[in-house]
Nanobody, 121 residues
Framework: QVQLVESGGGLVQTGGSLRLSCAAS????????MGWFRQAPGKEREIAAA????????YYADSVKGRFTISRDSAKNTVYLQMNSLKPEDTAVYYC??????????????WGQGTQVTVSS
């Protein structure tokens, strides 16, 4: 069992910055891939960024490239999402997710409860 807890959300103005944190606890030794998803009101959940420790790779949605940076501190079992140049369309609940195993199986196994990010225009 793995528990994920997000923090760092809040209200910011357009052009501002926030850093989200996701702390993993429990049986975290099998976790390799972690990602950040977001869901705006009335819209479907979408992936914003992901990181794989074994592959040493990152992924960013086109909508956040150049503005968001995902990073991971394995010693602290924590993943971060640095969000710069925020836009109103970034407003959403942001969820942290984690997948077990060294190979991508097409799904995430664990999810956090989410943290609200609101960007005012």
């Amino acid at each position: 069992q793995v528990q994920l807890v997000e923090s760092g959300g809040g209200l910011v103005q357009t052009g501002g910055s926030l850093r989200l944190s996701c702390a993993a606890s429990g049986r975290t030794f099998g976790i390799d891939r972690m990602g950040w998803f977001r869901q705006a009101p009335g819209k479907e959940r979408e992936i914003a960024a992901a990181i794989s420790r074994s592959a040493g790779s990152t992924y960013y949605a086109d909508s956040v490239k150049g503005r968001f940076t995902i990073s991971r501190d394995s010693a602290k079992n924590t993943v971060y999402l640095q969000m710069n140049s925020l836009k109103p369309e970034d407003t959403a609940v942001y969820y942290c997710a984690a997948a077990e195993g060294l190979y991508w199986r097409g799904k995430y196994d664990y999810w956090g409860q989410g943290t609200q990010v609101t960007v005012s225009s």
